[in-house]
């Protein structure tokens, strides 16, 4: 076992996460959503309901399933793009259930649910409440410790 790997067994998701993520209303606009997500420059955010209540993720993929156009298709992938397509409010357009981990999991766990499910995101909780979100991205940072983002010109 690699020094990286080592370290992604002991280290904790509350260790790496983003912590107080940038959260959408499930009642703001797709469109609303969409532009927030690229002014935070992040690809996803979690989806909370009146009460502060997890209830799904909002991603650049909704962003793009709402407004490409429709593909001829049948089954439960035309219900899915019949729903995108339809979608007014994030709530409608967001992914559900949100895939949650716990704060206190190790990276390891994180990175095996991450590729497992295929997707690029957890949420993080503590019990019912939203404490952080852990990307691929955050994940990769620490099996690749000697990455450093190259100087922008």
């Given at each position: 076992?690699?020094?990286?790997?080592?370290?992604?067994?002991?280290t904790r998701?509350?260790?790496?996460?983003?912590?107080?993520?940038?959260?959408?209303?499930?009642?703001?606009?797709?469109?609303f959503?969409?532009?927030?997500?690229?002014?935070?420059g992040?690809?996803?955010?979690?989806?909370?309901?009146?009460?502060?209540l997890?209830?799904?993720?909002?991603?650049?993929?909704?962003?793009?399933?709402?407004?490409?156009?429709?593909?001829?298709?049948?089954?439960?992938l035309?219900?899915?793009?019949d729903?995108?397509?339809?979608?007014?409010v994030?709530?409608?357009?967001?992914?559900?259930?949100?895939?949650?981990?716990?704060?206190?999991?190790t990276?390891?766990?994180?990175?095996?649910?991450?590729?497992?499910?295929?997707?690029?995101?957890?949420?993080?909780?503590?019990?019912?409440?939203?404490?952080?979100?852990?990307?691929?991205?955050?994940?990769?940072?620490?099996?690749?410790?000697?990455?450093?983002?190259?100087?922008?010109?």
């Open positions: 076992m690699d020094a990286a790997s080592a370290n992604a067994q002991r998701v509350a260790d790496a996460m983003t912590a107080d993520p940038v959260t959408l209303d499930e009642d703001c606009s797709v469109h959503a969409g532009i927030q997500l690229l002014r935070e992040i690809s996803g955010a979690p989806v909370v309901d009146h009460h502060g997890l209830v799904g993720v909002f991603s650049h993929t909704d962003v793009l399933a709402r407004f490409a156009a429709p593909r001829q298709r049948r089954g439960p035309a219900r899915l793009d729903r995108h397509a339809s979608a007014v994030v709530g409608e357009a967001c992914t559900r259930p949100a895939v949650t981990i716990g704060f206190d999991a990276i390891d766990t994180a990175a095996r649910e991450l590729l497992d499910r295929d997707i690029g995101r957890l949420i993080v909780v503590d019990g019912e409440a939203v404490v952080g979100i852990l990307s691929r991205s955050d994940v990769l940072k620490l099996f690749l410790p000697d990455w450093s983002p190259a100087p922008r010109l």
